[in-house]
């Protein structure tokens, strides 16, 4: 990746050919745009906005086992879904070493003006706070919506029940985040953490037992921030259909339950109260909690309305929403410890509320 490379990709797209036989092109969609400007953050992957049109995101730890986003992508893409930007085409490059193809970049629209989602939904809950109702709570509806959409939309590649191996293995993934947890987390968050361990292992159990569940493609990184919004009137975008960094490319790009991703946006909405309650000094935690109820209760309402408009109620099991949530939050203290400290006050105070509440509702 040097200066210049982002416009040739964009200028190859237009073309549709590259002049390097040791490169393969997919073009959906392609404009003239001329212009680089870096992402200066830090990211997983380097990212080069060309001429204010495209962004070029250079993955920088590809693997020739294969990658999730050109197939869900494609999926996308056939099936008309159009909340993501719109994908502009992928590169491939022969490896050095293996001499097979391995994805190097993917270019998709870019969209000015847009903000994180640990951003607007956090201004969201200092909206709600504040007596603010309007559109406070608009967001949750709408990615219900949009999730339940993605879903339908992959399902179309093909829908195939898990076998017991497989939830065996998932609960086995399950059980190691949390012993991954409980050996890295230290201080007070640790000896509180280390009290639950045995009820947290226990809502892990109906992973194992799952066998049959409907699995499809799914996004694999679900959360708040992977979802971006327009200044007024808003539109939500999903980006980022990598699937989860911590995983191996070939894990990455295995068939999951909906309820994967359905579970990664209700703790995330949880997050964000934390996050707002972190960073605003006075806020009502009462009135922080509910926003949180309200939020994963219209989002979930939502998700589950569209899939019945389709006839496809079946892609969501239920019995999954709890324990997958409960892993996340396990996964959630790893990722502080490895790479954000600060962070495990949010799966420190999350957790214990989700067991209570996944306590009173049994």
């Not at 708040?224 to 990455?252: C, H, M, W």
């Not at 579970?263 to 006075?282: E, F, I, K, N, Q």
């Amino acid at each position: 990746m040097t200066p210049g490379d982002a416009d040739a990709l964009v200028a190859a797209l237009v073309a549709g050919q590259t002049p390097n036989l040791d490169e393969v092109i997919t073009v959906w969609y392609a404009e003239p745009a001329t212009g680089e400007r870096a992402i200066t953050v830090d990211q997983t992957n380097r990212s080069v906005v060309v001429g204010d049109r495209a962004i070029v995101k250079w993955l920088l730890h590809t693997d020739v086992a294969g990658h999730p986003a050109p197939q869900r992508l494609q999926a996308l893409v056939d099936a008309g879904f159009t909340a993501m930007p719109r994908p502009w085409g992928l590169l491939h490059q022969r490896d050095t070493e293996t001499g097979a193809l391995k994805l190097s970049a993917i270019v998709t629209e870019y969209l000015p003006g847009t903000e994180d989602g640990w951003e607007w939904a956090v201004e969201d809950v200092r909206a709600h706070v504040r007596g603010e109702q309007s559109g406070a709570l608009s967001a949750p509806i709408e990615l219900g919506v949009i999730t339940a959409r993605m879903h339908l939309a992959f399902s179309r590649t093909g829908v195939e029940p898990a076998n017991a191996k497989t939830c065996a293995e998932w609960h086995r993934v399950a059980e190691g985040d949390l012993c991954n947890a409980l050996e890295l987390v230290d201080g007070a968050e640790g000896q509180r953490l280390r009290t639950l361990a045995r009820r947290i292992s226990q809502r892990l159990l109906p992973i194992a037992q799952c066998a049959g569940t409907p699995i499809i493609d799914v996004h694999g990184d679900l959360h708040i921030g992977q979802i971006l919004r327009t200044s007024k009137p808003y539109v939500y975008t999903v980006v980022d259909f990598d699937g989860n960094p911590l995983q191996s490319a070939l894990e990455r790009m295995q068939r999951q339950p909906a309820a994967r991703d359905v579970a990664g946006m209700l703790a995330s909405l949880d997050h964000v109260g934390r996050v707002a309650l972190y960073r605003t000094p006075g806020i009502d935690p009462v009135l922080v909690e509910g926003w949180i109820t309200a939020a994963q209760d219209l989002f979930l309402a939502n998700y589950r309305d569209e899939l019945a408009r389709a006839d496809c109620a079946h892609l969501l099991d239920e019995r999954l929403l709890g324990p997958f949530q409960v892993q996340q939050e396990c996964r959630e203290f790893g990722y502080s410890v490895r790479h954000l400290p600060h962070w495990r006050y949010v799966p420190d105070t999350a957790l214990p509320a989700l067991l209570d509440r996944l306590d009173n509702s049994a």
